[in-house]
């Protein structure tokens, strides 16, 4: 898969688990293991925008 690609899926993640935590705050339901999610979504996405800058 290229890093494009990659990249580009990483960020659909980010924006849907976005919406799911939203949801679960909305029912003041646990988010935390969404929100450990989303931080290792952004530390993907940071790594997979290191490799395209090199």
Do not use: P
């Not at 690609?5 to 646990?30: C, H, M, P, T």
């Amino acid at each position: 898969m290229s890093l494009e690609n990659q990249l580009a899926e990483l960020k659909y993640d980010y924006v849907r688990l976005q919406g799911d935590i939203e949801k679960r705050e909305s029912l003041n339901l646990d988010t935390s293991a969404l929100v450990r999610q989303l931080k290792d979504i952004e530390n993907e996405i940071r790594n997979v925008r290191a490799q395209m800058q090199d």
